[in-house]
Nanobody, 123 residues
Framework: VQLTESGGGSVQAGGSLRLSCVVS????????MGWFRQAPGKEREFVAT????????RYADSVAGRFTISRDNAKSTVYLQTDSLKPEDAAVYYC?????????????????WGQGTQVTVSS
């Protein structure tokens, strides 16, 4: 199983980035996906999750209304559109896959993780 994130970078506050995660080695269309992030000195935290058919999405309160998670099952790819970025959004962003159709906000529910992509936001 391999999860490969891309799309991170450095932006000014108020800017946007679109993160992508390509998945191989598991039945993507029946796997719920999640995005998490980890800032230096902090624990990894939930950002967003999406169910297998895109019918259920959930967000952390800190990103709701600014971030959007989506998926393209034909491309085995999950996306995280990040808008109106703030300095406190700076972190390494990880995508994760779980062997279930419904998403979860808990890191322990995800069996597979990518290597992460860095997001830097300057004020």
């Amino acid at each position: 199983v391999q999860l490969t994130e891309s799309g991170g970078g450095s932006v000014q506050a108020g800017g946007s980035l679109r993160l992508s995660c390509v998945v191989s080695g598991l039945p993507f269309s029946t796997s719920a996906m999640g995005w998490f992030r980890q800032a230096p000195g902090k624990e990894r935290e939930f950002v967003a999750t999406i169910s297998w058919r895109d019918r259920d999405t959930r967000y952390a309160d800190s990103v709701a209304g600014r971030f959007t998670i989506s998926r393209d099952n034909a491309k085995s790819t999950v996306y995280l559109q990040t808008d109106s970025l703030k300095p406190e959004d700076a972190a390494v962003y990880y995508c994760a896959a779980r062997a279930a159709i419904w998403g979860s906000t808990l890191t322990r529910d995800y069996a597979y993780w990518g290597q992460g992509t860095q997001v830097t936001v300057s004020s």
